[in-house]
């Protein structure tokens, strides 16, 4: 199998299974300075999976070394364009309750990460990526190209 026509699946689904743990962490802490640090790492994090694409992050390097050599082989490889959209989406939502946080409004923190939370939960769940679904809408409504 070619892995460089697309990446596993299965590492933005473990990917987002940690960020949804990480998030809901921050939904715990509430509008605190430990919840807005630890949202900071979790924006920080979307980030490297923005510039790197999910295979490039931390998450994905993790599911490389220890989860991928105990699975069989995908049944098919995905195209990594919609994974990596999707941490660019993940990065704006982290991003706005960042700036927001440290401007002073914490109560902003808990919010973006439950929002961003949803998402994440909804992959690492059901396998459903809204960042990848919004990117497939702007590419047939021509806002993004191939």
Known sequence: MNTSKGIDPRGPRVGASITAVLLAAVVLLGASTAGLWLLTFIMLSFLLGTLRGAEGSWQGLLFKK????????????????PPRFAQGVGLFVTAVGVILGFF???PAVPIAAAVAFVAAALNAVVGLCLGCEL????????????
Do not use: I
Request: glycine letters at 10%; aromatic letters at 6%; hydrophobic letters at 40%.
């Open 66 to 81: 220890f989860v991928r050599p105990r699975l069989g082989p995908p049944a098919e490889m995905e195209d990594r364009r």
């Open 104 to 106: 002073g409004v914490l």
């Open 135 to 146: 990117y497939l809408l702007m590419r047939r409504t021509g806002l993004v190209r191939a």
